[in-house]
């Protein structure tokens, strides 16, 4: 069976951000889009096992992670989720630092 989350040509990026940075990653959400790219922007959410499930789905799918660095989101425990499940699954993670 396909995976509908990798209908696309073009490449697959999802960002990792702490909610308090949301304008900085919107922000580079839009580079992205205009670059053409299809990018995975998660939003706040309940930590539960299905929202985990769809994170890993999602990250899994992607090209690439790009990992948003700040304060904020290195105390983030949906960001560590976020990376390490991209770690277990292969996918590279790009570290971009913003302060």
Known sequence: MLNPLRRFDRRRTFISYAVRDLPLSRAHLERLRACDEF?????????STSAQRTIVEWVRSADRV??????????????????????????PVERVALL
Do not use: K, N
Not at 39 to 47: A, G, I, S
Not at 66 to 84: D, G, K, N, Q
């Open 66 to 91: 790009i990992y948003v660095a700040t304060p904020h989101s290195r105390l983030s425990r949906w960001v560590r989720f976020e990376v390490e499940a991209a770690r277990r699954c292969g996918v």
């Open 39 to 47: 990018v995975f922007l998660d939003y706040p959410q309940r930590w």
